[in-house]
């Protein structure tokens, strides 16, 4: 499959965005302080102010297989839960950030926050999965002809206070998400492992419900997720989301198994669940 991922230490991080801060900013310098190089980053409840977000859109031309809408403003937004991607782009510390909120008219939308552009209204508690053995960085894909977070090799740095193994991934185009939850935990030798933030784009998406997101990109958010033994002791993995299609509309629910393909990019990262702790 085409993954790329790296594996290495990790620990968890209890944090406040504190209000007054872009986004980015928020998420971030608390990250930095604590050593992270990479990490994943679930946020609750809470309010942004200058809020700005694009949507899933066709490509205006043929160098991109699907782009952006043109930015939108709202006055406020109740986030009802976020994920974020951190890591860095030309040496400065950035996160890529897909949630799901309620606008100040009330239309309930789920879609990709411009970080830069959105500022922390209150407090908002938050956790990350992070690292600071593996490295997260922005880089040109020719592939897609955007710029896209992938782990890349360690420097050597350790964390003597990391305990967990975990892998971070970046999954690309055209493979089941799903089914690449299970190649890293074989590439790794993970057994068992949960799913950690997440987020990325896929080809539409097909549900267990039977229902059926027909757009040719939708942005999605990982609720849920983690990889088990099948009888056959493979691993066998699954998926709780939140999507957008081009309209912003929010979907929630479990991904069908082998149907569900990656459009631009997956990030992933994944948390090793000994025997004892299962």
Same mark, same amino acid.
């Not at 944090?15 to 302080?33: K, Y």
């Not at 100040?104 to 959105?118: I, Y």
């Not at 710029?147 to 970046?170: M, N, W």
């Not at 957008?244 to 990656?262: I, K, S």
């Given at each position: 499959?085409?993954?790329?991922?790296?594996?290495?230490?990790?620990?968890?991080?209890?944090?406040?965005?504190?209000?007054?801060?872009?986004?980015?900013?928020?998420? %971030?310098?608390?990250?930095?302080?604590?050593?992270?190089?990479? %990490? %994943?980053?679930?946020?609750?409840?809470?309010?942004?102010?200058?809020?700005?977000?694009?949507?899933?859109?066709?490509?205006?031309?043929?160098?991109?297989?699907?782009?952006?809408?043109?930015?939108?403003?709202?006055?406020?937004?109740?986030?009802?839960?976020?994920?974020?991607?951190?890591?860095?782009?030309?040496?400065?510390?950035?996160?890529?950030?897909?949630?799901?909120?309620?606008?100040?008219?009330?239309?309930?939308?789920?879609?990709?926050?411009?970080?830069?552009?959105?500022?922390?209204?209150?407090?908002?508690?938050?956790?990350?999965?992070?690292?600071?053995?593996?490295?997260?960085?922005?880089?040109?894909?020719?592939?897609?002809?955007?710029?896209?977070?992938?782990?890349?090799?360690?420097?050597?740095?350790?964390?003597?206070?990391?305990?967990?193994?975990? %892998?971070?991934?970046?999954?690309?185009?055209?493979?089941?998400?799903?089914?690449?939850?299970?190649?890293?935990?074989?590439?790794?030798?993970?057994?068992?492992?949960?799913?950690?933030?997440?987020?990325?784009?896929?080809?539409?998406?097909?549900?267990?419900?039977?229902?059926?997101?027909?757009?040719?990109?939708?942005?999605?958010?990982?609720?849920?997720?983690?990889?088990?033994?099948?009888?056959?002791?493979?691993?066998?993995?699954?998926?709780?989301?939140?999507?957008?299609?081009?309209?912003?509309?929010?979907?929630?629910?479990?991904?069908?198994?082998?149907?569900?393909?990656?459009?631009?990019?997956?990030?992933?990262?994944?948390?090793?669940?000994?025997?004892?702790?299962?």
């Amino acid at each position: 499959m085409r993954i790329e991922s790296q594996e290495g230490r990790g620990r968890v991080l209890d944090f406040r965005l504190e209000p007054g801060h872009s986004l980015n900013d928020a998420v %971030a310098t608390p990250l930095i302080a604590a050593g992270f190089r990479a %990490a %994943a980053v679930q946020l609750g409840l809470g309010r942004l102010s200058r809020f700005r977000y694009v949507l899933p859109a066709p490509s205006p031309d043929a160098s991109h297989a699907a782009y952006y809408s043109e930015p939108v403003s709202a006055d406020g937004a109740e986030i009802e839960i976020a994920n974020a991607t951190f890591g860095l782009r030309d040496g400065a510390p950035l996160i890529h950030c897909h949630a799901l909120w309620t606008e100040s008219g009330g239309n309930r939308r789920a879609g990709h926050v411009l970080p830069d552009q959105s500022a922390v209204a209150e407090a908002i508690e938050a956790r990350a999965w992070g690292s600071a053995e593996i490295r997260i960085r922005a880089d040109r894909d020719p592939e897609t002809n955007f710029t896209l977070f992938h782990p890349v090799p360690s420097d050597g740095a350790t964390d003597p206070g990391a305990a967990s193994r975990i %892998a971070v991934a970046r999954v690309r185009p055209d493979e089941d998400v799903t089914a690449a939850l299970e190649a890293v935990c074989r590439a790794h030798g993970f057994r068992r492992a949960i799913v950690r933030g997440s987020l990325g784009s896929l080809i539409g998406a097909e549900f267990e419900d039977g229902r059926v997101v027909e757009d040719i990109a939708t942005e999605l958010l990982v609720l849920k997720g983690d990889v088990t033994p099948n009888p056959g002791n493979e691993p066998r993995g699954r998926l709780k989301v939140v999507l957008a299609d081009m309209q912003g509309t929010p979907y929630e629910g479990w991904l069908v198994r082998g149907r569900n393909h990656v459009c631009i990019t997956f990030e992933l990262l994944l948390t090793e669940i000994l025997p004892e702790a299962a």
